[in-house]
């Protein structure tokens, strides 16, 4: 693996495009890269898309950071949004695409909580706004660069990880999220790979090991005592690693890797603990380390 993987600080201006699930953090976001030095523009119709594009190609050194903001509030104007957006390309300027994403019953909270109707349900319940939006916005969300599932954040979290993606020395390179889980409890949506850690035996069926977690030595040390568990871990992360080079070539900044087992608690915390520190050890390489599920029995 190339290990120049110094910060890619891109020639020319930087434009990011913030979007995502209505209340899914957007002004969070917004509010964090205002604090970091980013010019920030809300709820821009695609339509001007071209003046700022001519904008920013004309004159880079005034705007060397700029965050557009935008949701689906106006339908039709929101229907154009690839064609507005191929109008930075067309004049030369490069854009990446933060998408914010929340499972709908956590948005169907928020919105309940805030007593505000979805921008999109008109006559109907708040569900079908959630359901219509996910659905205008399934393009976009596919050819983003980065998805971020908020829905285990709170606005400091929020604000913690945009920080730490977009800093005024430009992007890290590579922040890899290391996330156990449980099958039983759904697959995380944000993943870009997903590892099955199922083959290995069990630790809920050894009673002195039940009440632990993968995070206590003696769970860690059954768990990688069991055949094929260090072979597993160690062809995982070499086949990360062409993975994570192309990333860098590809001017992608972030993945999440997802470790499940049945119930989040045993082997693949233990797996995904060990796999964090491996991955921690490559250079420029962020990680960050979470356990989903850990805790819900």
Request: charged share 25%.
């Amino acid at each position: 693996m190339n290990e120049d993987l110094t910060p890619v600080k891109p020639p020319r201006s930087e434009v990011l495009i913030v979007t995502g699930m209505s209340g899914a953090g957007r002004t969070t976001a917004a509010h964090a890269l205002e604090d970091h030095g980013w010019y920030v523009v809300e709820n821009i119709p695609p339509q001007l898309f071209g003046t700022l594009a001519d904008l920013v190609a004309r004159s880079p050194e005034a705007i060397p950071k700029l965050a557009l903001v935008i949701d689906v509030r106006s339908r039709k104007l929101f229907e154009h949004i690839q064609e507005a957006l191929t109008q930075f390309r067309t004049n030369g300027v490069e854009y990446r695409v933060l998408f914010l994403d929340a499972a709908d019953e956590l948005l169907v909270r928020r919105f309940e909580s805030g007593r505000r109707p979805h921008p999109l349900q008109g006559s109907g319940r708040i569900p079908d706004g959630i359901a219509a939006e996910r659905i205008l916005l399934k393009e976009l969300k596919d050819r983003a660069d980065l998805v971020l599932d908020t829905t285990e954040m709170n606005v400091h979290a929020l604000a913690t990880t945009v920080t730490e993606l977009f800093t005024e020395d430009g992007p890290i390179v590579l922040r890899l999220n290391v996330m156990s889980f449980g099958f039983k409890y759904g697959l995380p949506q944000d993943a870009n790979f997903v590892a099955d850690v199922r083959f290995i035996p069990n630790p809920h069926w050894v009673p002195e090991l039940r009440p632990h977690t993968g995070l206590d030595e003696e769970v860690a040390a059954y768990v990688f005592g069991q055949d094929g568990t260090e072979e597993f871990v160690s062809s995982f992360h070499d086949m990360l690693q062409p993975v994570l080079e192309g990333y860098r070539r590809e001017n992608k900044h972030y993945a999440t890797i997802a470790v499940g087992c049945t119930g989040g608690k045993h082997r693949s915390v233990a797996v995904s603990a060990e796999l964090a520190r491996r991955l921690g050890q490559l250079p420029r390489v962020t990680v960050n380390l979470q356990h989903r599920d850990m805790g819900r029995e």
